[in-house]
């Protein structure tokens, strides 16, 4: 698989060059995982508006690249660099009022705070650690970005309705019987349905591979990084 110019390691390579292709790489796998970072900061007991602000602030420094000159090959997995930075970020801030320091007047991220407490509700059912909080959303996060890209090719290629109607496929082995209804519900045969689910699920492991090598710094971390990702989901 190659390995895209625009990933997490020209990210690295920003806090020493300052490449606007880097920044822009930084910038999108921040507003695409902000959510755990978020429910990180809730679970430390902040409240909030306190974690919204908290969480916009840290954002708003990462992406200026106030942080990036401590990135580095060993801190390589983006999962792992932002934990630690959101961890020094959080004892830097604990005495701080922040409602005047929200990103200096900008805000990079859309943050959609309503919405993102009752998911942080929801995660409380679970007794976990706010660092283990964090792994199980960013997992999570991962997850829902590869069904909706998914989602987003089957729909641009008409085929939104087949899509929808197999996706449950990719998580549950569906017996003849399923694959059976699914073939009448689509006014497909049954041999066909067989060979559009294994696509999909071909496509969906090729999609994770994709989204998990946007957070590592090199294509040979990519499977440590997707067995990691997976192993964690099953221990939930």
């Known amino acids: 698989m190659r390995f895209a110019t625009t990933q997490w390691s020209l990210v ?19 507003s695409q995982y902000w959510y755990p970072v978020f429910v990180f900061v809730r ?25 990036l000159h401590e990135a580095d090959q060993s801190r390589g997995r983006f999962r792992s660099f932002l934990l630690v930075s959101c961890q020094r970020f959080l004892s830097n801030e604990r005495d701080r009022t922040l409602a005047a320091k ?3 007047g900008k805000t ?3 943050i959609d705070a309503s919405a993102a407490e009752a998911r942080y509700q929801h995660a409380l059912a679970h007794e976990e650690t ?10 999570v996060t991962l997850l829902e970005r590869v069904l909706d890209d998914l989602r987003e090719e089957y729909v ?29 519900d689509l006014g497909m045969t049954i041999a066909a349905v067989k060979v559009a689910v294994h696509r999909l699920r071909r496509r969906y492991r090729e999609a994770l591979r994709e989204h ?3 957070t590592v710094a090199s294509p040979d971390e990519v499977e440590d990084e997707r067995r990691y990702l997976l192993n964690t989901l099953r221990n939930l």
Request: aromatic share 6%; proline share 2%.
């Open 108 to 110: 990079p991220l859309s």
């Open 130 to 139: 706010p660092e283990r909080l964090y792994e199980r959303q960013w997992c």
């Open 43 to 67: 679970r430390q007991g902040h409240s909030l508006d306190q974690a919204e602000d908290l969480t916009q602030s840290f954002f708003t420094r990462l992406i200026e690249k106030e942080v």
């Open 102 to 104: 929200r990103g200096g």
């Open 156 to 184: 641009t290629e008409g085929r939104q309705q087949l899509f929808e109607r197999l996706r449950g496929f990719l998580t549950i082995d569906g017996d003849s019987g399923s694959q059976a209804e699914a073939a009448r």
């Open 212 to 214: 998990v090598a946007a």
């Open 12 to 30: 690295v390579a920003a806090g020493q060059r300052g490449s606007a292709e880097a920044e822009a790489a930084l910038e999108r796998l921040c």
